[in-house]
């Protein structure tokens, strides 16, 4: 893109220089926004944001370093859905129910069905009664490889998605990957909460949710309504690619602040959903007092996790938790409540994690650290 259309269009803020030298900063500052981000933001256009505010949006590359510094990284093996899965059936706090696991070295779960080899995979695939059913990857992000499953069809031998597509069952299994995947869930197939369904259709739809612990107390400090639209089984944003929406939440309410999509090639704000209709403003999320109480107990079970993020899906049995990511990208927050993430209880957690992070560095990293943050906080 060029550099003199952004400071100088007809778009750009009046102050070219000054966006410039903003640009700059935030590259090669602590937020480590990059380029493109700050265009993606939109922050050299819209003038709605103070200096200050705009200093508050990170680079998506920021969440690797904020989530070393916070989380204990032992406790990151639970990013992955089936450890992850494994742990909070312990808590009896609400998680789909997985009915089998396909892992060539026979990881399982108590109470599923245990699938090691591809033939044993196959037989379950190939009964009836099974379906329908939604698989997903144990370790995996944005959604990649997540499908529905509607229904075997033995005259060919095949399954029958729900996008619509068939698949052969062996030419399907072949193509999954489960060692690298670490492993293929099946689980049952989650209903969306009727409000839900209202305005997204006949989808499942969760929440993001970053919760921090500071004085030893939960506390939630952004959340994010991810809206799957038009053929979508999944509700990842996938920085925009998707085509999926986000809403900014207002986490003492639920309320639905904003709603955002990535329109030809834009953020631009949403006013209704384009597949039902239905209106965003007003609009609160069911259960939401229930979303806070589980994440607020979920996250004292993590207690090598300092920051959290949930997501959570919005079903017809009340809220369930879906996974906890150990590393969770900063955009979704961004985009939805058009604030940086870098806020003032973020900047607390990050505080007082650091001492155990500090103790965790080898002696070389500690001098690099030293050295790093006078240009860079974050280290």
């Known amino acids: 893109m060029n550099i003199l259309r952004i400071l100088f269009g007809k778009r750009a803020r009046k102050v070219p220089f000054s966006t410039l030298s903003e640009i700059l900063r935030m590259r090669f500052g602590s937020q480590r926004l990059l380029f493109q981000e700050y265009i993606d933001y939109r922050l050299h256009e819209l003038d709605d944001l103070t ?86 990857p144990s370790h995996g992000a944005y959604g990649w490889g997540a499908v529905g499953l509607e229904n075997y069809l033995p005259g060919s031998d095949s399954i029958s998605f729900t996008s619509g597509k068939r698949r052969k069952v062996f030419e399907w299994l072949e193509s999954l990957n489960p060692k690298f995947s670490h492993g293929i869930l099946f ?8 409000e839900i369904a209202r305005v997204c259709g006949p989808r499942l739809s969760s929440v993001r949710v970053t919760s921090a612990r500071m004085n030893g107390k939960n506390s939630i400090v952004s959340a994010v309504w991810r809206i799957p639209t038009g053929s979508n089984m999944v509700d990842n944003f996938q920085h925009g690619a998707s085509g999926n929406f986000l809403g900014g939440v ?80 900063l955009d979704l927050h961004q985009h939805a409540n058009r604030k940086g993430f870098w806020s003032d209880p973020i900047e607390t957690v990050r505080r007082e994690s650091y001492p155990r992070y500090w103790e965790q560095l080898s002696w070389p990293q500690k001098k690099l650290a030293n050295l790093m943050r006078k240009i860079d906080v974050f280290y």
């Open 250 to 329: 207002d986490t003492a309410s639920g309320r639905i602040t904003r709603v955002v999509g990535k329109l030809n090639g834009k953020i631009e704000l949403v006013s209704t959903h384009p597949d039902t209709g239905e209106a965003f403003d007003p609009y609160t999320l069911p259960d939401w007092p229930r979303v806070i109480e589980i994440c607020d107990q979920a996250a004292n079970y993590l207690m090598g996790m300092n920051l959290h993020h949930w997501d959570i899906a919005l079903t017809e049995r009340g809220p369930v938790i879906i996974e906890n990511n150990e590393i969770a990208d």
């Open 187 to 194: 689980q049952e197939v989650l209903k969306p909460h009727p």
């Open 51 to 136: 200096a200050e505010e705009r200093s508050r949006f990170l680079g998506n590359g920021r969440k690797f370093r904020l989530n070393y510094v916070c989380n204990d990284s032992r406790w990151f093996m639970l990013g992955e859905k089936l450890p992850m899965t494994l742990f909070m059936m312990a808590t009896e706090l609400p998680m789909p129910k997985i009915r089998a696991v396909y892992d060539l070295s026979g990881r399982h779960l108590p109470g599923s069905v245990t699938l090691s080899h591809i033939d044993q995979a196959a037989t379950y695939l190939r009964t009836p009664e099974h379906y329908p059913m939604f698989a997903k």
